[in-house]
Structure formats: structure tokens, C-alpha cells
């Protein structure tokens, strides 16, 4: 018999087994553990994306130009992310480009240009971050797209790099390196060493892009510029956060 009746009585009122105090916390706290983990890796999304509403006519942030609102409004459907893409590849951001080829071949600068030089964005605790001209490996370095300007060169430097959610953010790891270039305000330098001379760039402003936007990787040859490139909101691939730079004189 697995079951049996037995009547309480004064002297034992609850003659059933009491499941003890202890074990009935159990599922409350593992529910709320549960739910802790949930609203830590929902939040950045969340919250990156309460950013771009603007109730009242507020002024605007400053993160979000309006090339993104048009491109919203042209857009019938919401984005969709690419099943199977590997977006630790370089050539997977853009599709469609026709610099994305070379990637395969290496043959992505001449044979004279060096295959990395190091970017340091102090504001970002982010030192001597390696920039391959030749890879599209984003787990192992930052990558620069092919037939984009050198460093101090007129046109931009286009330089991609991995990011995930912010609080995973590690300097040291190019698979988090750019989980927080969304934080990174105008005004702010940015510093490369290219063949042993040394570059400031200076952050003018920040805007998004969808992936299909590829007038974002043309070079404008009237001034010195840079940009950097990582995927927003945090730990998604639906849109591409720029920030761009102009060359100061050191």
C-alpha cells in the first residue's frame, strides 16, 4: 500500500509527514535564480532599445541618426537574423559586398602593407588591440575591411569588430572587445599605431545601419576619417552600430 489514512488525534495532530521548511524554499528559489538570469541577459536588449524612443519630443540621444529611421520606415517587416551565419567572420556583416570575396583570397591589401597594427580606445579601457588587414578571424583580432583607407590615409579605415552582451565585456577578449562601444560618446579619442606613427581620431558622431546599408563602407576621399563598426542592440546581429572619427593633428 502506498497510501493510508490515519486519523489526527490531540496528542498527534499532524500524523502525515511534513515536508520541512527548507525543501518548500527550494523552488522559490530556484525560480527567482531562473528569473534573475532571465532579466540579466534581457536587460541590455531591453534597455538599448527603450533608448531609441523618444516620448514628447525630447531631443535625441545622439545614438541613433535618422538614416536608420528612414531605412525603418522603407522596410515593410521587422529584421530578421540569418540562420547559420558565422558572425565571427568578417564577410558575414555585410552580405552582398563585393570586397567580401577577398577575404577568401587574402589578397585584401598589397603585399607591402603590413598584416596588423594595434587601436587603443582609453575611454573603453580597450590598449593595443590588433587589427588584421588580411583575416576576417573577429575571435582572434579586430578586422579591417578590404580596400578601405590605411591609418592617416584620406578616406576611412573600416574596422569591425565582435561584441556581445555588455556585462560579458572583456578588453583582452576580441569575441567581447566592442560590447561596449555603444557607451562611447563624441569627443572621445581613439589612437592607432600604424608601420610606427602614431594616430588620433576623434569620435564626431555615432549612428546605425541595417545590414543591407552598404553605402556605409564607401570612402570619402575629401577628408580622414574612421570608423568603427560592431553589431547592436547588445548580444543581437539586426543592426550595425558606426562610430566615426576624424583625424587630429597629434
Known sequence: MLY??????PKNPHPGRRIPLYLKTIPTI????GLAILGGVAYPVVS???QNIHLFNLASSGLLSPVYYESQANDSGEPVVA????????SSWFPGTPQNDLFATQKT???????FYSISIPSLGIFDAQVALRDEDLTKHLVQFPQTALPGQIGSPVIFGHSTLSQFFDPLKYTTIFSTLPKIKPGSDIIITYND???TYRISKTFEVKPKELW?????YSDKT???ITCVPPGTTLRRLVVEASLIQN
Open 48 to 50: 538599448y532599445q527603450l
Open 4 to 9: 493510508s489514512y490515519r486519523k489526527a488525534t
Open 216 to 220: 556605409v563602407l564607401r570612402q570619402d
Open 197 to 199: 606613427t602614431e594616430y
Open 226 to 228: 574612421l570608423k568603427l
Open 83 to 90: 540562420q547559420g551565419t558565422d558572425f565571427t567572420k568578417a
Open 109 to 115: 591589401f598589397a603585399t607591402d602593407v603590413p598584416d
Open 30 to 33: 530556484v525560480s527567482a535564480l
